[in-house]
């Protein structure tokens, strides 16, 4: 991505599409700093990159991107250690499924400031330094959630709406710098038992919108590195998209509805 030595920030890096896109970043090339809970895990990822790209380098740092502290913390230990950012990926975010008044207030607000407030901190910290560089890439990671009012989903979509609208927001504000805007909608990502399960309790036209952390990472990247505003892994999603836009708003959420009650069940 540049002459300069720089890093690609991934945050949620220990898990999931997080981890895939570290792998996929190692394996282009790139300098990766991973940001997730601390947990043993997470050093685990960042030795396994190291043992298996020892001419590149990779730091870690134990982060909860639920607390308001966390943002400011990060940018300060790139500062201070002189980590140049070139790439931040704002991946971290947490889903739940069940009736909004199945959880306690306060697991809404901690989704909210790590699904949304943090991600924007983050971006805000960071964008004076993309600037100042020949090129810098912003990727935000939504949903296909990103797309519809679910219901027994309430926060988590709109939260992911939230997550769309400011990426495609500020990549219009940016059009004219070397700064670029990506926003990732995956729709199911095969990441740990947990979702799996729910997958299978969705049915078959759920399944066909499967993909793996790898699939999404490899798609990604290559979307984001072209400059692309969206990136929607498959292309069953692809389709399901476009047809949503057809079909009416009180048909389309009771389909919704019916799907994701199951979750809870």
């Known amino acids: 991505m540049s002459d300069q030595k720089t890093y690609t920030l991934i945050t949620g890096a220990s898990n999931g599409i997080g981890k895939a896109l570290a792998e996929n970043c190692a394996a ?33 740092l134990g982060s909860d991107l639920m607390q308001k ?19 931040l990926m704002n991946n971290a975010g947490l889903g739940n499924s069940g009736a909004f ?68 927001s500020l990549r219009k504000e940016l059009e004219d710098t070397n700064v670029s805007v990506t926003v990732l909608c995956p729709a199911a990502v095969l990441t740990n038992p947990d979702v799996l399960a729910r997958n299978e309790q969705m049915g078959f036209f759920s399944k066909l919108t499967q993909a793996t952390p790898e699939e999404v990472a490899e798609y990604t990247i290559s979307r984001m590195l072209r400059g692309k505003a969206v990136a929607i892994p498959k292309a069953v999603p692809r389709f399901y998209k476009a047809l949503g836009k057809m079909i009416p708003y009180n048909m389309k959420i009771r389909i919704l509805a019916k799907q994701f009650v199951k979750q809870q069940q």
């Open 28 to 60: 282009r090339g790139y300098n990766a700093l991973l940001v997730a809970l601390p947990e043993p895990k997470l050093e685990e990822v960042t030795n396994e990159l190291r043992t298996q790209y020892p001419n590149q380098d990779f730091q870690f």
């Open 101 to 168: 008044d199945s959880k306690p207030a306060n697991f809404y607000y901690g989704q909210m400031q790590l699904n949304m407030v943090n991600l924007v901190m983050l971006t805000h910290l960071f964008l004076k330094d993309l600037k100042s560089l020949p090129k810098g890439y912003i990727l935000n990671v939504a949903s296909m959630a990103a797309f519809y009012d679910i219901p027994y989903k309430g926060i988590y979509s709109a939260s992911k709406r939230f997550v769309y609208s400011f990426s495609r």
């Open 69 to 87: 502290e966390a943002p400011q913390e990060i940018y300060n230990w790139c500062q201070e250690n002189g980590y140049v950012i070139n790439a």
